[in-house]
């Protein structure tokens, strides 16, 4: 058997899925805020170019690629999918395990598979700056890399406590050419009102979005881009899973689990949406698990609800799981997993039972990544040590009960910018947090008001 299954540049997909086309139940629209009505294309366009509104409500089945994303996206991809036989080795599982790895790209993660197509976009549409938000530093180094391919000024507001955790996360957005701001900032009234109530705010990506989505409100020649939750930036990572189906079908395997850690949904979706197709279409029943951080646990311990996208309130109301906007997790390393929210898709999909969510501790997941690390050589972001958790639980019980099974994992970035994570577990100073039920309830009876 092979370890690694590699396709070629020619065999890489011409076009998204877009999963909407396929739901039993669609996602509920998203709501303005005052009027609680429907919000209509032209809400959005101050802050993103048509092309990617219309995909963002779009019912078509499939979407293509343009021809000069596909150009950049060979830069890295198809991205190889590989058979973990050293950790199977290493768990003595009868389960068999697949990883596809989208560390291989420029920014090291799964983001530049939207970064590219979002700038693109912008491109067309004549648009001079975009200013996002960055949590763990991966979305904010993706766009960075991306506007600079198309001579985009790109301007990242990324959460403090991340900011001061992976200096080298900046460095790399500026080698790119962006400008890097830690969030909270002076620089935003969203920043300012932050700073006058908690000085010492760790920031979260909530409060970095409202920041981000201010600066491209209040200037006409700039846009905003999201790295996750919105339909339309979880539907371009769709073309992870629709490599890896053609993968595992050389490999002449199918799932039956797919697994990946879960922040707002892209890499979750990237990997799954393909193979839940199937089970759409042809009656599979493939399992598809989201892992997210017990500290953190809006799929599994938050409410269904229409809530902001961001902390101060700017965005549209979304239909989510939440734990309320005002949600400030621990800061945990996996820094990409710290959002108070699900995307609406991914919310719909769990409400109706068709996709699982389970949490795990950090320190568990840290030793996922190590175990990882010592078998398969990759050391691998925080965020995906998530999903690895989840597959060595799987994996474990598939050994108890004697059984084989076939595990897809998303090992969607390395962590060789998170190396500071890593130290603070080997030197035993990760801790885990337990979160009462108060707190959680507290949280989210800050957003009673917004029942509709
Ligand atoms: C951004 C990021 C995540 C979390 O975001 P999703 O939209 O849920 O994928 C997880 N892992 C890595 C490596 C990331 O960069």
Not at 141 to 162: D, H, N, R
Not at 211 to 231: H, R
Not at 437 to 445: C, F, P, V, Y
Request: glycine letters at 8%; a negative charge.
């Amino acid at each position: 058997m092979e370890r690694k299954i590699i396709l070629s540049e020619k065999e890489m997909p011409e076009y998204w899925y877009n999963i909407v086309a396929d739901m039993p139940n669609k996602p509920l629209p998203p709501l303005h805020p005052g009027t609680k009505q429907p919000i209509g294309p032209e809400t959005l366009a101050p802050l993103f170019p048509m092309e990617l509104i219309k995909q963002e409500v779009s019912t078509e089945k499939w979407i293509d690629i343009p021809e000069e994303v596909r150009d950049i996206y060979t830069l890295w991809r198809p991205t190889p999918l590989y058979r973990a036989y050293n950790l199977e080795k290493a768990l003595d599982t009868p389960a068999k395990i697949y990883y596809k790895y989208e560390g291989v790209s420029p920014a090291g993660s799964h983001k530049p598979n939207t970064a590219v197509p979002q700038a693109y976009y912008n491109k067309q549409e004549g648009v001079k700056k975009i200013s996002t938000e960055t949590g763990a530093g991966q979305w904010g180094t993706a766009l960075s890399f991306a506007c600079q391919l198309f001579g985009i000024e790109c301007e990242v507001y990324m959460v403090k406590v991340s900011y001061n955790q992976k200096p080298y996360r900046r460095i790399v957005m500026n080698t790119y050419g962006a400008k890097v701001h830690a969030s909270p900032s002076e620089l935003t009234q969203a920043g300012k009102q932050i700073l006058s109530q908690n000085p010492d705010s760790p920031g979260s990506l909530g409060i970095a979005i409202s920041e981000a989505v201010e600066v491209a409100a209040n200037d006409p020649g700039t846009k905003y881009a999201l790295g996750s939750v919105l339909n339309h930036v979880l539907m371009h990572q769709t073309i992870i899973g629709l490599e890896a189906l053609k993968q595992m079908e050389k490999a002449g395997d199918l799932p039956d689990i797919v697994i990946a850690p879960f922040g707002g949904g892209s890499n979750f979706a990237g990997i799954s949406f393909p193979f839940l197709r199937l089970n759409f279409e042809e009656g599979k029943s493939i399992r598809c698990i989201a892992s997210e951080p017990a500290s953190c646990p809006k799929l599994t311990r938050g409410v269904f609800r229409y809530d902001f996208g961001d902390t101060v309130g700017m965005t549209p109301l979304i239909p989510m799981y939440t734990l309320g906007h005002n949600f400030v997790p621990s800061p945990i390393h996996a820094g990409g997993l710290r959002y108070h929210g699900a995307g609406a898709i991914v919310s719909q999909l769990l409400k109706d039972q068709l996709i699982e969510a389970r949490s795990h501790f950090q320190k568990e997941c840290f030793e996922a990544g190590l175990l990882f690390a010592r078998t398969e050589g990759i050391v691998p972001a925080p965020e995906a040590n998530h999903g690895l958790a989840t597959v060595i639980q799987e994996a474990k019980q598939a050994k108890e009960e004697g059984k084989t099974k076939t595990i897809l994992f998303n090992l969607c970035g390395h962590g060789n910018f998170d190396m500071a994570a890593y130290e603070a577990y080997l030197s035993g100073k990760l801790v885990d947090e337990e979160l009462t039920s108060d707190q959680i309830e507290k949280s989210i009876a800050q957003i009673d008001h917004l029942q509709v």
